[in-house]
């Protein structure tokens, strides 16, 4: 090994879509462990000088580490690739590369993301420095695994491990236009050359393996048999693995028992909160009315004699809100320049009868439907019905025109639009409101809403994709007539929402319970043929 230098400027912050991302101090170790590791490779495996190195898309930022000789001993056995380092893609491996020890992360930008599953394994194969001690190869279905291992037979050999976050056989496309056959293919030839196949869900697993006969009749002749049988036995499922943060700090009082219940009765390690819980008393009460909710006809009569939405009651609390000390502080701007202010969400949280809240914390794309939620939405303003609504979620190159024509047309309604890139914002903003929708046409897991859920708010989404097999069928709706009067009703009694305890499970998708699965799929023995 060459002799190291007693400092060396690594990077320290990753730059994403061409925009620096600060990490915290965990972050910026996991982020210069992986650093280490790609120089550590770089010097045992043929002369070079520390200035030569350059690791790919990341921005110098001057950071300065102490002599690293003996972190360079400890060998690197999990390889970890990801095409496309954004969003549950981007949350998965980085969770994997701070907690697992000796692995390393090469990634790309997440843009573009047709030309990452195009051209990215050849991109990795001429970037990523060749190392006999690597033993496992971790990689999303993004990557074309087939050409990566024709291109790096060394990379061939190891043990081969596919993640599917979704699969391309069902995804939806837009309008009628054909089917790009070429995705497909790629994540079923992906799946022959790995040892191993990983599905985030049961709905995605089957409905990829049951879809290849079907996808593969698009071929006109000579077409491959029994790709099925051949896939299957390698095939296992393995959830996402959320780690839930704690978001106690930003709970509002009513939300207490939900915490209580999932860190507390659920066992999943946490602390419970030590405040008193309100409505513990009245739950058997409200949870009757709600049952009555969720039919087709709900308590209207008895509803509309209260007038739960006043707006001198959110008056009222915005400027009890406005006159506190150092307001002002808190006034944040994203790069959308849509207006968060905390103090919007936080006045009147805990008055029983404020405007239902209601949040889409989706990608601002065609497969998430937001046509039918901004219709639903429309459809209760035009009935007169008062609600909050806060639309999150990362944008990409495409964004529908429906966002911006629906901001305008729902006007005050509005309490935030746009991505919110500090997680702690995010998260009050799920802690402050009621009730998550989904309207996706395309989920093999969805992250956001187990998210959501934890903070307290009531799930409604598709009888359809995975969702049954996370969400309890009460949290379910056939139509976008079914979304839309249970939303009436919603708005109409908010406080018979905020009593009610989530039926369901959250702790089967945590960190907490899946990291012996990972850390066992993530281990190996030495072959002896490398």
């Given at each position: 090994m060459n002799d190291l230098p007693t400092t060396i400027s690594v990077p320290c912050s990753n730059n994403i879509n061409g925009v620096s991302q600060t990490k915290g101090r965990k972050c910026e170790r996991r982020t210069l462990r992986s650093k280490i590791m790609h120089l550590s490779i770089l010097w045992q495996t043929g002369p070079c000088h520390p200035e030569e190195i350059i690791v790919p898309e990341t921005r110098i930022t001057g950071f300065v580490l102490p002599r690293i000789c003996e972190g360079l001993k400890r060998p690197m056995s999990l390889l970890i690739i990801e095409a496309f380092y954004g969003g549950s893609h981007k949350q998965l491996v980085d969770l994997l590369q701070e907690e697992l020890e000796d692995c390393v992360l090469y990634t790309l930008p997440a843009k573009k993301w047709h030309w990452r599953a195009r051209t990215s394994a050849l991109y990795f194969s001429q970037n990523i420095p060749s190392s006999e001690r690597y033993r496992i190869l971790f990689a999303s279905s993004v990557l074309n695994l087939t050409e990566l291992a024709a291109l790096r037979p060394d990379l061939g050999k190891l043990k081969k491990i596919l993640y599917f976050h979704e699969n391309q056989l069902v995804y939806p496309v837009k309008k009628c236009q054909e089917r790009d056959f070429q995705y497909g293919y790629n994540q079923i030839l992906s799946c022959l050359v790995a040892d191993v196949v990983v599905f985030n869900s049961i709905f995605n697993m089957e409905s990829f393996l049951t879809s290849i006969g079907k996808f593969m009749k698009l071929i006109p002749d000579h077409r491959p048999k029994d790709l099925e049988s051949i896939i299957r036995p390698k095939c296992q499922v393995i959830y996402f693995p959320i780690r839930f943060p704690d978001v106690s700090r930003f709970m509002p009082k009513h939300k207490t028992i939900h915490l209580q219940k999932i860190l507390g009765l659920k066992g999943s390690g946490g602390t419970a909160p030590s405040e008193a819980l309100p409505f513990q008393h009245e739950q058997k009460g409200s949870e009757n009315l709600l049952k009555n909710f969720n039919s087709e006809s709900g308590p209207c009569n008895a509803a509309q004699q209260e007038n739960p939405?006043?707006?001198l009651t959110q008056e009222s609390a915005l400027r009890t809100c406005n006159s506190s000390d150092n307001s002002s502080s808190h006034l944040k701007e994203n790069k959308q320049n849509t207006t968060f202010h905390p103090c919007d969400i936080l006045g009147g949280t805990d008055?029983?009868?404020?405007?239902?809240h209601i949040v889409w914390p989706h990608r601002w794309e065609h497969d998430k439907d937001p046509e039918?939620?901004?219709?639903v939405l429309m459809h209760l303003k035009d009935l007169g019905l008062n609600f909050h609504v806060s639309v999150l979620g990362e944008t990409f190159t495409d964004v529908p025109d429906v966002f911006s024509e629906s901001k305008k047309a729902l006007g005050s309604s509005v309490i935030h639009w746009g991505y919110l890139p500090s997680k702690d914002d995010y998260f009050q903003v799920l802690c402050m409101a009621d009730v998550v929708i989904s309207t996706a046409k395309h989920e093999f897991f969805g992250v956001a809403?187990?998210?959501a859920v934890y903070c307290g708010c009531y799930p409604l989404c598709p009888k359809d994709l995975?969702?049954?097999?996370?969400?309890?069928a009460e949290y379910l709706?056939?139509?976008p007539e079914q979304l839309s009067k249970r939303l009436q009703n919603f708005c109409k009694r908010p406080d018979i929402i905020r009593k009610h305890l989530y039926k369901g499970e959250t702790t089967p998708f945590s960190w907490a319970a899946l990291?012996?699965?990972?850390?066992?799929?993530l281990t190996t023995e030495p072959r002896e043929d490398l």
């Open positions: 939405g006043s707006s008055d029983p009868q404020r405007p239902l039918s939620f901004f219709k809403m187990l998210e995975v969702y049954p097999e996370i969400f309890p709706y056939s139509t990291h012996g699965k990972f850390r066992s799929l």
